[in-house]
């Protein structure tokens, strides 16, 4: 009895023990599934972290707008952007080599020497008549530390850089020499006045005349600078009103009627009372009073009139709308000396002078000073001429209505 009782004690706590067991792997499964689980969400994730980092930076490079190069260690590309793209004319692709891409001998060198940690000096390279700073960053293997697995290259466009420096240099380099003919002139008469102590009255006032006029020639300079640099950084308001144009230009010609006296010129004003154009009317006058006092310079006995043409440089389109704004096209022709092919193309550009009748001064702003005004209206300004047969400039304006 006491044995089947023991009997049955044992296979109860075995029971027992088999039970507790089986609970324990149970929730040691889920236990174990739930970190299976807990892994492979975060695999996930971080498998979406990866792709997310990779679009990222395939988006920043294809935004970029300078070409980029991934090269591995031979300089054979990995990756490229669109720019590098484009510039290459398609030539950069994956497998090719920089060489074959860029077909630049002096870049190519320029980057392998820097795989071999040989330069790390800045460099610039031509391409297609432009100018390109080179950027390059080397890429380290992970692996095994030191090792160069390969170069991202950037190539950046300087050449509106490069070419604003030479315009400021030159920009310097012109008023130097406007201001140097002047000034030399100013102090060789003070230094005659001074010195020369036998001077009548009479020769004291020419010298005294002369000290004035070139005082006044400066006194132009400095405020056509002046204006030229209001104008081009657009704090010059353009009040734009109704304006008749032949009223316009009578005004201005009668303001230089002394000086076509002067030359022998004469003045005609072909435009109708009915024409009427949206502008600033002091600005204009400007233009206008630029173009014929160069024509009463340049054709001195000759004839300058001013009529409204036909012709248009090219439609214009306005801003806002898109549409063909409706422009009227001002000429102002005179019979002198004409401008030179070579001229032609530069003679908007600032401080440039072609020929220059004896005695004549200019500044060489006063056709820069108009393109500007007229490129503020929407217009545009441009000339004909063949040397020896006079010249017409022609500008276009908005039409009122
Ligand atoms: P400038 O003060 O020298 O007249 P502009 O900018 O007005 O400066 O003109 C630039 C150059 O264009 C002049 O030096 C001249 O050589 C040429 N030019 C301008 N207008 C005429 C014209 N009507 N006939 C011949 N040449 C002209």
């Not at 030191?146 to 030159?170: F, K, Y």
């Not at 600005?283 to 009139?305: D, E, Y």
């Amino acid at each position: 009895m006491n044995i089947a009782w023991l009997f049955v004690s044992i296979l109860l706590i075995l029971c027992l023990a088999l039970l507790w067991w089986n609970r324990k792997l149970g929730r040691d499964n889920i236990a174990l599934q739930n970190a299976i689980r807990q892994a492979r969400e975060q695999a996930a994730q971080s498998d979406s972290q990866v792709e997310l980092e990779r679009r990222m930076r395939d988006t920043l490079i294809e935004t970029l707008v300078d070409p980029v190069f991934f090269l591995d260690a031979d300089r054979n590309i990995t990756y490229c952007n669109t720019a590098a793209w484009q510039l290459t004319h398609g030539s950069a692709q994956p497998g090719r080599s920089l060489m074959e891409a860029m077909r630049s001998y002096e870049l190519d060198k320029y980057v392998e020497d820097t795989l071999d940690g040989r330069s790390d000096l800045q460099h610039e390279i031509n391409v297609e008549e432009r100018l390109y700073r080179v950027h390059t960053g080397i890429l380290n293997s992970g692996a095994a530390p030191g090792a160069v697995q390969g170069a991202v290259l950037i190539l950046r466009d300087v050449s509106d850089l490069q070419r604003l420096g030479r315009a400021r240099r030159d920009f310097v380099a012109n008023i130097s020499h406007e201001l140097r003919t002047p000034l030399t002139t100013i102090r060789l008469l003070i230094d005659t006045l001074r010195m020369d102590g036998n001077l009548d009255a009479a020769q004291n006032s020419r010298h005294l005349d002369q000290i004035s006029t070139q005082v006044d020639a400066l006194t132009q300079l400095a405020q056509e600078m002046y204006d030229l640099s209001q104008i081009e950084s657009g704090q010059m308001p353009m009040r734009m009103v109704k304006t008749p144009l032949h009223d316009l230009v009578e005004s201005v010609m009668m303001r230089l009627t002394p000086q076509a006296e002067r030359a022998g010129t004469i003045l005609t004003n072909e435009i109708t009372a009915d024409v009427t154009a949206l502008v600033d009317p002091e600005q204009i006058s400007r233009v206008i009073s630029n173009l014929l006092h160069n024509a009463i310079k340049f054709a001195p006995g000759g004839s300058v009139n001013v009529f409204m043409a036909t012709k248009t440089a090219s439609p214009v389109i306005t801003e806002d709308t898109g549409a063909t704004a409706e422009y009227l096209t001002v000429a102002v022709r005179d019979t002198g000396v004409g401008i030179a092919r070579t001229d032609l193309p530069r003679i908007f550009e600032r401080f440039y002078k072609a020929n220059r009748p004896r005695g004549q001064r200019g500044t060489g702003l006063g056709l820069a000073i108009a393109k500007h005004i007229v490129e503020a209206h929407g217009g545009s300004i441009w000339v004909e001429s063949v040397e020896g047969h006079g010249a017409t400039f022609y500008f276009t304006v908005p039409r009122e209505g």
